[in-house]
């Protein structure tokens, strides 16, 4: 499709079930290269980032067959750790690879990713992280090479509380040997959601959210069957459309305390919002006050993604 024709002046009005989060759903296809058994995510959204990470699964050897919206993974047969630069051009989170390939393979060789442009986000903080748990990196003609004949348990303090960054050294640490605890850890909600993920499948994590992950290595893990957190920037969009124009919308999957920050915002607005559990309804007369500085911060602030 080369261009959307949009016909305005319509007010929103009913109830949107929100999909996967795409933000979590990268990183649990990344996890699922950990294991020799079969993994099922259900759910997943119909969006480019999904289908690229996919295929990064397929070409280093997974078998990923998806009907409708759930996808099955089996990772047996995979055999290669190095990740395709056509893709990870494409993908920024194909840089999750890194700590997954390296648990599977003990090896690594990814390009510097790329996908997204909102800011220059560089993998520096992946990297050092990376180096803590033994793991010798070589950056040469834009790739980056990775091997450790052991990955061993550290402790990491991050310089800011990175959500891949986080989610990469989980990844890596998860069949490490020994302890890995990761301090100024990002506490978004993926966080927790990747966590759940990986103890389903036996990993032994705790603390995520709170700003301290601590890892302990376990040396297998196995097969989980997975319904993935819902989208609360997907959510958010939503509710700031209806609250331009007038609407009244209910979304449900989103709880208030994933999107606290924005709808603090909103009702600075002068929106009337209700939440209750995973439901939050929005009312908007469509004039809207003028709000406070909108600052983006980590989570619990204001979202990066939002400010689009």
Partial sequence: ???FIVQGGLKLYGKVNIQAAKNAVLPLLAASILTDERVTIR?????SDVENMIHILRELGCEAARTGADIVIDGKNAVSHEIPST????????????GSVLTRFHRAKISYPGGCDIGLRP???????????GVTIIEENGYVICS???????????DF????????????????????????????PEIIDLQNFLVGMGAKISGAGSGTVTIEGVKELHGVDYTPMKDRIEAGTFLIAAAMNG????TEGVTEENIAALLHKLRENGCKITAKGDKIKLESDGDLKTASLVE?????????DMQA
Avoid: Q, Y
Wanted: avoid cysteine; charge should be positive.
């Fill in 1 to 3: 499709m080369d261009k």
């Fill in 123 to 133: 993998i520096d903080l992946h990297l050092s992280g990376l180096k803590r748990l």
């Fill in 87 to 98: 893709l990870t051009k494409e993908l920024r989170s194909s840089v999750f690879m890194l």
């Fill in 296 to 304: 983006t911060l980590p989570f619990p602030g204001f979202p990066t």
């Fill in 148 to 158: 450790a004949e052991k990955i061993r348990g550290a402790d990491i303090l991050l």
């Fill in 43 to 47: 759910d997943l959204p119909f969006i």
């Fill in 161 to 188: 509380p990175s959500v891949g960054a986080t989610e990469n050294i989980i990844l890596a640490a998860v069949k490490a040997e020994g302890k890995t605890v990761i301090g100024n850890a990002a506490k978004e």
């Fill in 247 to 250: 609407g009244k919308i209910e």
